[in-house]
């Protein structure tokens, strides 16, 4: 069973940066899979904001679309997501997920999708 563990999460202004990442393990390192963060603020559904699989493709939520970047620190087994710009509307638990293996032909496929989760970590956005 894959282990994600979140770090970095926090308070900051708005237009501030935060920096999360999710250490990855119990996965082969041959393994075909699918990463994503997720967002859940509180009363609304989680919904996803960025993925990447194996060969780097990575998908972005519209919303977070050239403020956001997920990458993944493949000697450190680390998934990263760089916050640009933040936003109170960003304010929520923030979720590292693991699909693997992914769908046909690489692809991450949906929020129900995703088989494992971290506990998350907070992000706060106000001023």
């Known amino acids: 069973q894959v282990q994600l563990v979140e770090s970095g999460g926090g308070s900051v202004q708005p237009g501030g940066s935060l920096r999360l990442s999710c250490a990855a393990s119990g996965y082969s390192h041959n393994s075909d899979y699918c990463l994503g963060w997720f967002r859940q603020a509180p009363g609304k559904e989680r919904e996803g904001d960025a993925t990447?699989?194996?060969?780097?493709?990575?998908d972005y939520a519209d919303s977070v679309k050239d403020r956001f970047t997920i990458s993944l620190d493949r000697a450190r087994n680390t998934l990263h997501l760089q916050m640009n710009s933040l936003k109170p509307e960003d304010t929520a638990m923030y979720f590292c997920a693991a699909r693997i293996p992914p769908g046909r032909w690489l692809t991450c496929g949906p929020r129900g999708d995703f088989t494992d989760w971290g506990q998350g970590t907070q992000v706060t956005v106000s001023s």
């Open positions: 990447i699989n194996t060969i780097s493709q990575v």
